[in-house]
């Protein structure tokens, strides 16, 4: 199982927005590095939902439950989407900066490819944030 961060802006999708969906797809990437991210991923994969823009927080965590298929937004037929899954939200949400400020966190894409709207998570980093965000990894 792998771990990711997907990024939203949250007056267009909000944490909130995803919950009361439930099982909602994740449209709209245009990027093709984050569009091959969202290639890699599979069932039971899990995300951290990030609110970016003004909030740069993460606020809850979301599962695969539907592997890439095409985004049929994208006229050009050359994007994908997957199905997310509102799992749970943090117990406190981890801001941009408060990653920022962690060393054992420098090397995330988050942090080095800042305008990637999805990013892969390893194992480590991901504890440690489930841990910043008051909940077990």
């Given at each position: 199982m792998a771990?990711?961060l997907?990024?939203?802006e949250?007056?267009a999708?909000?944490?909130?927005d995803?919950?009361?969906k439930?099982?909602e797809p994740?449209?709209?990437?245009?990027n093709h590095?984050?569009a091959n991210?969202?290639k890699?991923?599979?069932?039971?994969d899990?995300?951290?939902?990030?609110h970016?823009?003004?909030?740069?927080?993460i606020?809850?965590?979301?599962e695969?439950?539907?592997?890439?298929y095409?985004d049929?937004t994208?006229?050009?037929?050359?994007?994908?989407?997957?199905?997310?899954?509102?799992?749970?939200?943090?117990?406190?949400?981890?801001?941009?900066?408060?990653?920022?400020?962690d060393?054992?966190?420098?090397h995330?894409?988050?942090?080095?490819?800042s305008?990637l709207?999805?990013v892969?998570i390893d194992?480590?980093?991901?504890?440690?944030l489930c841990e910043?965000?008051?909940?077990?990894p």
């Amino acid at each position: 199982m792998a771990h990711w961060l997907v990024k939203s802006e949250p007056g267009a999708w909000s944490w909130d927005d995803h919950v009361k969906k439930g099982v909602e797809p994740w449209n709209g990437v245009r990027n093709h590095q984050a569009a091959n991210n969202m290639k890699a991923m599979t069932v039971g994969d899990t995300a951290f939902f990030y609110h970016s823009v003004d909030e740069k927080r993460i606020v809850g965590i979301v599962e695969v439950v539907k592997p890439y298929y095409p985004d049929p937004t994208d006229p050009s037929g050359r994007f994908g989407m997957v199905d997310f899954k509102a799992v749970r939200p943090l117990a406190r949400p981890v801001t941009l900066a408060e990653i920022k400020a962690d060393p054992r966190l420098s090397h995330l894409a988050l942090i080095r490819h800042s305008r990637l709207s999805v990013v892969p998570i390893d194992d480590k980093a991901w504890a440690v944030l489930c841990e910043m965000g008051g909940i077990k990894p």
